[in-house]
Nanobody, 124 residues
Framework: VQLQASGGGLVQAGGSLRLSCAPSEGTFRYYKVAWFRQTPGKEREFVAARPYSGGSTLYSDSVKGRFTISRDSAKNTVTLQMNGLKPEDTAAYYC??????????????????WGQGTQVTVSS
């Protein structure tokens, strides 16, 4: 599965952005989909994940209550709605697809398919 991420940009603190992830071919139907983020010199950090077809969602503590991962079945995409953005949310955001076990969704190495990053910059 090849993934295309989009929707990044520059926003002021407190603002919102909506990221989208779509397969360039095929479907997410049989996969879980996740968002990770990375800043220079740091490891890729788990943000959120969900099974595309429904079920439990998981968020990192740093974004819980501000970010929402959801699917748009009509568009065959997974979105990350980011509200209440903070400067520390500044990062390149990556979407990923795969089937890691639920207790290990936070582990980037278990997700085999990745999109290119989309930059999110939050100014103070």
């Amino acid at each position: 599965v090849q993934l295309q991420a989009s929707g990044g940009g520059l926003v002021q603190a407190g603002g919102s952005l909506r990221l989208s992830c779509a397969p360039s071919e095929g479907t997410f139907r049989y996969y879980k989909v996740a968002w990770f983020r990375q800043t220079p010199g740091k490891e890729r950090e788990f943000v959120a994940a969900r099974p595309y077809s429904g079920g439990s969602t998981l968020y990192s503590d740093s974004v819980k209550g501000r970010f929402t991962i959801s699917r748009d079945s009509a568009k065959n995409t997974v979105t990350l709605q980011m509200n209440g953005l903070k400067p520390e949310d500044t990062a390149a955001y990556y979407c990923a697809a795969g089937n890691p076990p639920f207790g290990r969704w936070r582990e980037a190495e278990l997700w085999p398919y990745w999109g290119q990053g989309t930059q999110v910059t939050v100014s103070s």
